[in-house]
Nanobody
Framework: QVQLVESGGGLVQPGGSLRVSCAAS????????MGWYRQAPGKQRELVAV???????NYDDSVKGRFTISRDNAKNTVYLQMNSLKPEDTAVYYC???????????????WGQGTQVTVSS
């Protein structure tokens, strides 16, 4: 069993900052890509940022220069530092990880339960 647990969401004013975290636990052999997605009301889930096991990161154009993704492989944790937040960043943020549970397993895609981020004055 593998679990991804997000934390750190909340309410922040426009221009503010917030950091969300996601910790993976359970039967884990290795973690490949980790990433953050978000889904606003009435919209499809979209990619925000992803990071490889060696730290290569990619961002959606809408968050480049404002958001930073990082990971701590020793803790099986990925972070998303969000600065200069805008009302349009309001969404439920989901963590995703590509995980092998054993050396002989195919890698599977796992999701967290989501954490709400609201940017409003």
């Amino acid at each position: 069993q593998v679990q991804l647990v997000e934390s750190g969401g909340g309410l922040v004013q426009p221009g503010g900052s917030l950091r969300v975290s996601c910790a993976a636990s359970g039967s884990i052999f290795s973690i490949r890509t980790m990433g953050w997605y978000r889904q606003a009301p009435g919209k499809q889930r979209e990619l925000v940022a992803v990071i490889s096991s060696v730290g290569n990161a990619n961002y959606d154009d809408s968050v480049k220069g404002r958001f930073t993704i990082s990971r701590d492989n020793a803790k099986n944790t990925v972070y998303l530092q969000m600065n200069s937040l805008k009302p349009e960043d309001t969404a439920v943020y989901y963590c995703n990880a590509i995980i092998k549970r054993t050396s002989g397993d195919y890698a599977g895609s796992y999701w967290g339960q989501g954490t709400q981020v609201t940017v409003s004055s």
